[in-house]
């Protein structure tokens, strides 16, 4: 059974840093592509960036040069590791699989329960 | 705002058909498969039609997808109450190098 599950959530002020990890279980991270998505509070999905299955990465322009996305493929988890975190980045992050067949796209058909992180002071 | 455009909001009573469209561009909906995604109040989004018009097993065939140019839509055939949440559309982007959602639709069953 394919699951994903999130955590490193939380409190953290304005400039600090954030490492979210979500445990893949059922599959392989590196035989598909994956993808963080998040959403503010009462706000739609904005997709945050996808690693492919060679490790090739892509970012949303909102995060580009502040958010990293990494995986263990040892240890099977994905990794978001984000810097210089603003107000505007508080939101549940959800990891996304990628349904396998394509290098990337926007066809998710697992997510996990998603961790919320608030951004103040 | 969103690079993917969809109504706020629709409606419709038990057994009517609804249908709610999502607008994009040649470099998303225009060239690549749309997706669409069912999110149900405080649950992560669920897969509801992927390909533009295919049904992911488990997914009542009540729901439909279809794609004309650039512009995507779903339709909901024989609503029903449990069908009320938020709907998101969303499709690979060439220009931009990655996944772009619409704002989302609310669902209402009245």
């Known amino acids: 059974e394919v699951q994903l599950v999130e955590s490193g959530g939380g409190l953290i002020q304005p400039g600090e840093s954030l490492r979210l990890s979500c445990v893949a279980s059922g599959f392989t991270v590196t035989s598909t592509y994956m993808s963080w998505v998040r959403q503010a509070p009462g706000k739609g999905l904005e997709w945050v960036s996808v690693?492919?299955?060679?490790?090739?990465?892509f970012y949303a322009d909102s995060v580009k040069g502040r958010f990293t996305t990494s995986r263990d493929n040892s240890k099977n988890i994905l990794y978001l590791q984000m810097n210089s975190l603003r107000a505007e980045d508080t939101a549940v992050y959800y990891c996304?699989?990628?349904?396998?067949?394509?290098?990337?796209?926007?066809?998710?058909?697992?997510w996990g329960q998603g961790t919320l992180i608030t951004v103040s002071s | 705002q969103s690079v993917l455009t969809q109504p706020p909001s629709a409606s419709g009573t038990p057994g009517q058909r609804v249908t709610m469209s999502c607008s994009g561009s040649s470099s998303n909906i225009g060239s690549n498969p749309v997706n669409w995604y069912q999110q149900l109040p405080g649950t992560a989004p669920k897969l509801l039609i992927c390909n533009t018009d295919q049904r992911p097993s488990g997914v009542p065939d009540r729901f439909s997808g279809s794609k004309s140019g650039t512009s995507a839509s779903l339709a909901i055939s024989g609503l029903q109450s449990e069908d009320e949440a938020d709907y998101y559309c969303?499709?690979?982007?060439?220009?931009?190098?990655?996944?772009?959602f619409g704002g989302g639709t609310k669902l209402t069953v009245l």
């Open positions: 969303a499709a690979w982007d060439d220009s931009l190098k990655g996944a772009v």
């Open positions: 690693i492919d299955s060679g490790g090739s990465t």
């Open positions: 996304a699989r990628g349904s396998p067949g394509n290098r990337y796209g926007s066809r998710f058909d697992y």
